[in-house]
């Protein structure tokens, strides 16, 4: 079956403009996380949602960062006034719930800030 | 708060070595353990996960242990391959808090097998 798809695959913008990243999880799979994977280092999360709801954010760094998920399939990570710390791939995952092991992961979109 | 250090690499290795990884976790309670693989060019893939102590995780060839004395979780394979060459992620789960399936990731070790 299809896995998690996210979009675009690579996104280039200037500083301070406004991006959004989306990610299409596996059919079926309720709970959704977003995570930031910068250059060398481990992905590091973000947000979690369970259906529509953000279960857990507290891993957003500022209020530039929103995520929503208003059917609780679709999801979309978006990022207001971009810098240059921002640039990362940023990654999504499903799972079956929230309870279940194992995440799958999409394979990501490399954000690039000028 | 919790966190994963991961034995540095990067990993040099010739084809059919024995390799190890060494990984260990910072968590009160029993959190969930997984090892990722990042193959060039692809996403992240589970490549094994154990989900109390003494558990052992298998999966192509690799093993670890979830050894709760020393809260480790080391990754070993007995004879390494070309093919195995990757980014090696050890991750723990929440270990029962608000967000059950949160990951924290180590910051990856580079492989590389060499014929």
């Known amino acids: 079956g299809a896995g998690v798809s996210q979009t675009p695959s690579n996104k280039v913008t200037e500083k301070g403009k406004y991006v959004e990243l989306r990610c299409d999880p596996i059919s079926g799979h309720t709970a959704l996380y977003w995570y930031r994977q910068s250059l060398g280092q481990g992905p590091e999360f973000l947000i979690y949602?369970?259906?529509?709801?953000?279960?857990?954010d507290s891993g957003l760094p500022n209020d530039r960062f929103f995520a929503v998920r208003p059917e609780g399939s679709v999801s979309t990570l978006k990022i207001q006034r971009t810098e240059r710390g921002d640039s990362a791939v940023y990654l999504c995952?499903?799972?079956?719930?929230?309870?279940?092991?194992?995440?799958?992961f999409g394979p990501g979109t490399r954000l690039t800030v000028t | 708060g919790d966190s994963v250090t991961q034995m540095e690499g990067p990993v040099t290795l010739s084809e059919e070595a024995f390799l190890t990884i060494n990984c260990t976790y910072t968590a009160t309670g029993y959190p969930s353990l997984f090892w990722y693989v990042q193959y060039p060019g692809e996403g992240l893939q589970l490549l094994l996960k154990?989900?109390?102590?003494?558990d052992k995780g298998s999966n192509k060839g690799f093993e670890a242990t979830y050894r709760k004395e020393t809260t480790s979780f080391h990754l070993e394979k007995g004879s390494v391959q070309v093919s195995d060459s990757a980014v090696y992620f050890c991750a723990q789960g929440d270990a029962g808090g608000t967000s059950y399936g949160k990951l924290t990731f180590g910051q990856g070790t580079i492989l590389t097998v060499h014929p």
């Open positions: 995952a499903s799972s079956l719930d929230g309870v279940a092991v194992e995440q799958y």
């Open positions: 949602f369970q259906g529509t709801g953000a279960a857990d």
């Open positions: 154990a989900t109390k102590a003494d």
